[in-house]
């Protein structure tokens, strides 16, 4: 759970990203620093087709990749259209929209940084009962808790 | 094909609006008017994309062919002339469509009411965000060819999708594709699009291209849909707008039956 304390930003483009775009992003972001949570979201992308007459069958997606965020491996799982963080402060926010706008200058659609709360801040009676009493925190509202897979840490500058 | 006959006591309006788009929905249901062709895409490559029988196999039937068996004596069946493909007892197959709603050529009422106008046999379904046409397997062929093939069907923004649609409704990709999960349709660095599964997502042994997508400028001028965002909104198709309000007051009064005086 988010402490209501963090500002939050999300960065919503006019088009679904590309997987190096996404990289590119991503460390641009990363070099901002100040950032206590990162969360992609989007359409999901199956490792198999998940229904109809092909269930079961290898998925093959071209967007479907591992990418270099810092110094770690990402494994995208959506076709990515937001990106959601949590910053230490508000001061913060004015390096992320700069960084955005550097990335996105050389492209042919629109991105915008808004700022509100996107992470729940409370389990709700669903989670509870779908993830139980000691569902991690952490994660909880961002993706399913009980995902073998944590959280992928990038370790910061500090 | 189905043609308007002269000798009709109306001349058949198709659909009201004055606005480029609804324009452009009268041009596809009128089946006097030939649709643009955009593309070449041969007979194999959409045995290919459909996916319900290897090219060159023959056509499964369901039923022996009409002259071979007992036909009951029925004035209906004088009437109407078979379609090739129910003469030779067929299957019934489907091909199914989702339209993005950027400015995609069509979408799936309109199909509907395109293919009714324009083609005889056919069983159309039309949901929110998918068109699925049923038929006789060798006239789905043959419709299916016009359908890819004309100014019905963009590469980008329209997918062949028998199953796992969903994308319409969703920002497009970078490179101007409508979204799918199982990327069935993929554009080549030259950019030509590029089908590499079948329309229910399974591989094919080679992908069958289906050309270049359109451009955004042929694409506003050409779409049935209307849009508030770059486009025609439907508010300012005055005519349109008074010809629903009037077919939604005439059945919501006839909800209660009123009797004249």
């Known amino acids: 759970m988010t402490e209501a304390i963090y500002p939050q930003v999300r960065i919503v483009s006019t088009r679904f990203l590309r997987p190096d775009t996404v990289e590119q992003l991503l460390n641009r972001l990363v070099q901002v620093g100040g950032i206590l949570r990162m969360s992609l979201t989007g359409q999901n992308l199956p490792v198999t087709v998940p229904y109809g007459p092909a269930r079961g069958k290898p998925n093959l997606h071209p967007d479907r990749k591992v990418i270099r965020v810092g110094d770690q491996d990402v494994q995208l799982q959506v076709q990515v259209g937001n990106v959601i963080l949590e910053l230490e402060d508000e001061s913060y926010i004015p390096a992320v929209e700069e960084a955005v706008d550097e990335v996105f200058a050389s492209k042919d659609f629109s991105c915008t940084v808004q700022r509100g709360r996107f992470m729940k801040t409370q389990p709700t009676v669903s989670d509870y009962a779908k993830y139980g009493p000691d569902a991690d925190k952490e994660i909880l509202g961002l993706v399913d808790p009980r995902k073998k897979e944590g959280p992928i840490i990038i370790q910061g500058n500090k | ?261």
């Not at chain 2, 249901?29 to 194999?44: A, F, S």
């Not at chain 2, 369901?62 to 069946?77: N, S």
């Open chain 2, 1 to 261: 094909m189905n043609e308007v006959k002269e000798n009709m006591a109306y001349k058949p309006q198709y659909g009201p609006g004055t606005s480029k788009v609804a324009e452009n929905r009268r041009k596809q249901m009128n089946p006097n008017q030939k649709l643009e062709k955009m593309r070449d895409v041969t007979d194999e490559d959409i045995v290919l994309i459909l996916g319900h029988r290897a090219p060159g196999a023959a056509y499964p039937t369901a039923h022996p062919p009409l002259a071979e068996q007992q036909e009951p004596d029925c004035p209906i069946r004088k009437i109407v002339t078979p379609t090739e493909g129910a003469k030779a007892g067929d299957r019934v197959r489907y091909i199914q469509f989702a339209d993005s709603m950027f400015f995609a050529p069509s979408q799936p009422y309109q199909r509907t009411y395109t293919e009714c106008y324009r083609f005889r046999g056919i069983d159309p379904g039309t949901l929110s965000g998918r068109q699925i046409v049923e038929c006789r397997e060798r006239d789905l062929e043959k419709y299916s060819k016009e359908l890819v093939e004309t100014e019905l069907l963009d590469p980008a923004r329209t997918g062949i999708r028998g199953a796992t649609v969903h994308g319409h409704s969703l920002r497009l990709a970078e490179n101007g594709m409508m979204f799918d999960m199982l990327q069935r349709s993929v554009l080549g660095e030259d950019g030509i699009v590029r089908y590499v599964k079948n329309q229910i997502g399974e591989p094919l042994d080679r992908a069958v291209a289906i050309g270049k997508p359109l451009d955004e400028k042929w694409l506003k001028a050409h779409t049935t849909i209307f849009h508030s965002l770059g486009s025609t909104a439907y508010r300012d198709d005055a005519e349109y707008i008074e010809y629903v309000q009037r077919i939604h007051t005439l059945r919501t009064k006839y909800g209660f039956l009123p009797k004249e005086a």
